[in-house]
């Protein structure tokens, strides 16, 4: 093991003698008057750095526009940039296509008309009222339903030859056991 030796370069010198009451602080440390000047020309700098860039893009947008007036082939038109079906409220030209050219506008309307608008076209369908796209009338779908099931117009084709008629026996299901290798007749 090695002794540390204890040399003299290393030991901060005792300094409590030294008093110089003149001077409140170390005159070649920091020199404030320097600083400032320096914040304020960056900042200056700055200004004008931003007052020439947005000159220079003046300049250049309006080199752009003489040298082509005329809209690109490419660029969309106003109809074209609209968002596609379903838009927002706020977007123009909303609202709900009832066909037949009726279009009822819902532009500047509150959130939830267009869902006002088509429960009432529903309530109209399911209550037997005139259709609006072509003028007939309509039944409730209940009272539809009884007629078909009244009616007994609800008939099966007959089965095809080696179809089983399925009836109260169930149907030919995959059993558990044999993993789908064999079927047994179920109730589904």
Do not use: C
Request: proline share 9%; glycine share 8%; charged share 30%.
């Amino acid at each position: 093991m090695q002794k540390k030796v204890k040399d003299d370069i290393h030991v901060t010198p005792d300094v409590t003698h030294i008093q110089n009451p003149d001077v409140s602080h170390e005159a070649s440390d920091v020199d404030v008057g320097t600083i400032i000047k320096f914040v304020v020309g960056l900042f200056f700098l700055i200004v004008i750095s931003f007052v020439l860039m947005h000159l220079l893009y003046k300049v250049l947008e309006d080199r752009a526009t003489k040298a082509d007036p005329q809209p690109r082939p490419m660029a969309l038109s106003e109809k074209e940039r609209l968002p596609p079906e379903p838009r927002l409220q706020a977007a123009p030209g909303f609202g709900v296509n009832l066909g037949d050219g009726k279009f009822i506008n819902l532009q500047l309307r509150e959130p939830q008309a267009e869902y006002n608008e088509l429960q009432k076209i529903w309530n109209q369908v399911l209550e037997g009222k005139p259709d609006p796209r072509d003028g007939k009338i309509s039944m409730p779908v209940e009272e539809a339903k009884k007629r078909v099931v009244e009616d007994g117009s609800l008939k099966s084709r007959p089965p095809a030859d080696g179809q089983q008629q399925m009836g109260t026996g169930g149907m030919d299901i995959p059993s558990y056991q044999s993993s789908g290798r064999m079927t047994e007749k179920r109730d589904q």
